[in-house]
C-alpha cells in the first residue's frame, strides 16, 4: 500500500465521549468544589458574623431602653390602642396628643446621648434617624396616624463610608391582628479604628481564598488537561490497531472471494451438464409423484368419511343407550305412582279439594310419561333420517322455556327468560331435534352459570383481607346466573339466540367445543349435584343442524359469558 493511500485511508479520531471520562474525573472535581465551598462559607461567614452582632445589640436596644418607665415598644403599642379606640372619650384628643408628644421625647432622650457623646460611649454608636411609622394602623378619620421621626442634626456621610449605613426594622409586638407598626433605625457602628481593622481582616482572608482557589484551580486543570490528552492517545492507537486489522482482514476476506468466484464458475458448469442428463428423469418422477398424490388423496377422504360415520355412529350411540336408559327406568318408576293415585281418586273418602290436587298430579304424570316416551322416539332415531316438517321456531322457544323456566328459579338458581316476536318464524325441520337441540343449548348453559358461580366463591376464599373475603362471599352468594332465549328474522333467516353470563370459552375450547367427546367437565365430578357431562350435547347439536341445512355462530370470552346462534332458512310459504 502506497504512503499516499495509507494516508487517505488513515483513520480520524473521533470526539471523545463525555459522561465515560467525567464519571472518571468526578471525584477530583468534587474533591475541588467541596474545598472552595468550605472557603467560601468561612469567608463569609467571618465577614457576616459581625455585621449579625451589631443588630441584634441595636433590636435589643430598641426593645429594652427605658427611659422613663416605658419602653419605645410599648409606648408604640398604647399610642396604637388610643388610635383605633372605638368608643373615645372627650378628651381623647388630648390623651393622643400627649402619647406623641411623650414618644418623640423618648426618641428624643434615646439618641441625645449617642449624639452628644459619640465619640465616648462602648461601640462609638452614630444614629441618623429613628422613626415610629404606623404604616398598618387605619384610625378613624380626624386621628393623626402620621410616623413619628426623629433626624440628626449630623449629616449623613458620604463617599466609600456610606456603606457603613445600616438600617434596622422592628415590629413591636401590638397584641392586636388588624394593625401593625415599624420602628426604624439608620446607624452606623465601628465607625473608628474597628471597622478598618474588620476590613482589613477581610481583604486578609480573602487574599489567603484567592491564594489557595487559584493555585488549586491551575492543579486540577492540570491534571484534567493531562488526564484528557492520554486517553485520547490511547484512542487514537486503538483505532490506529483496529484499522491495521480491518485491513488485514479485507485483504484476506478478498482473496478467499476470488477464489470461491474461480469455484462457483466451475461448479455452473457442471451444472448445465448434468441439467440436461436429468431432464428426462425430473419429468417422469413428477408425474410419478403427481399420481401419488392423487392416490393419497382419494386415500385420506376415503378414511375421513369413514371416521365420520364412525363418530356419528358412536354419538348416537351413546345418545341412544344414556338416554333410552334414562327414560325407561323413570318411565318404570312412574307405573306405580300412577296406579296409586288412581286409587286415591276412586276412593270416597277425600274431599272435593284433595280430589283435584291428585287429579292434577296424575295430569302431570301423565304428561311426564308422554315426554318420556318422546325422548324414548327421539334417541332411537338418527339425525340423517329425520322427518321434516314446517315448525314455527317461536312457538318451540316459548314452550321450552316454559317447561324449564320454573326448574331454573326453583332448583338451579338461574333466571330462563326469552324474547319472542308477536308473528311466527316458519322453518323446515324435525321437531324433536330441534326441541333436544335447544335442551342441550339450555343445559350448557346451566353448566357455565354453575362454573362461573363455583369461580366467585373460589376467588372469594383467596382474598387475604378478611373484611374483602366477606364482601365477595357476599357478592358470591348474591350472583345468578341469566340464560336468555330470543329468535328474530334477520334477512331470510330465523336466527335463534341462547345466551348466559357463565364462566365463558377461551379460544382453543371455542374451536374445539363442537368435536365429539370433548369436554372441560371431565376434571369436574359434579355441578351443583348434576353430573359432569360426557361432551356429547354440542356435538349432538353441530350434527342436528347440519342436517337442517342450519348455520351456528358462537361468540365467548372467559368469564363474559357465551352466545349461541343458530341460523336458519326460513320455510317457503307452500312447504307443507
Known sequence: MSNSAYWQERPTLAPLPFWPYFVRLLPLIVLWLVMALLLTWLLYARAAWS??????????????????????????????????????????PNRLKNKRDEISEQIRAMTEAPRVYSSQLPLFPEFYK???????????????ASPIRWESPKPKPGGHARAQLHTLSFEPPLGRPDATAVIRLEYRLHTFHQMQKQQDDFRFWQSITAAILIPTTLFVGWLVFRFLQRERARELA???AAHANEQRERELLQAQVAHQLAEQELLETQVKQQAAEHATEELGRQILEQQLDAARLESRAAEAEKAALELKSQLYASIGIMAGSYAHNIKNLL????????????????????????QEVKNTLGTVTERLQQILRTV????????????????????????????????????????????????NGDLSHLQQAIENLVFNARDATFEMRNHLRDEAKRAADPVQRRQKLLDAASWKGEVALQVFRDGDSAVLEVRDNGIGMTEEVRENC????????????LYEGYSAGMGLGLSFVAVVLEHHSASLEIESAPLHGTSFRLRFPLARSDTK
Open 335 to 358: 307405573v306405580r305412582p300412577n296406579d296409586l293415585l288412581s286409587r286415591c281418586i276412586d276412593s270416597n273418602g277425600t274431599t272435593r279439594e284433595q280430589q283435584g290436587m291428585l
Open 238 to 240: 486503538r483505532l490506529q
Open 130 to 144: 429613628l422613626e415610629v411609622d404606623y404604616e398598618g394602623v387605619h384610625p378613624p378619620a380626624g386621628r393623626d
Open 51 to 92: 455585621e449579625e452582632s451589631d443588630r441584634a445589640d441595636m433590636r435589643e436596644w430598641l426593645d429594652n431602653t427605658r427611659i422613663f418607665r416605658k419602653t419605645l415598644a410599648e409606648l408604640t403599642r398604647e399610642h396604637v390602642e388610643l388610635l383605633l379606640d372605638p368608643a373615645p372619650g372627650p378628651d381623647h
Open 514 to 525: 363442537l368435536k365429539t367427546h370433548f369436554t372441560t367437565k371431565r376434571d369436574n365430578a
Open 380 to 427: 332411537r332415531r338418527d339425525p340423517a333420517n329425520a322427518e321434516i316438517i314446517r315448525v314455527d321456531l317461536v312457538a318451540l322457544v316459548d314452550e321450552s322455556q316454559h317447561t324449564w323456566a320454573e326448574m331454573g328459579r326453583d332448583k338451579w338458581k338461574i333466571a330462563i327468560t326469552a324474547k319472542l316476536p308477536d308473528e311466527p318464524q316458519w322453518v
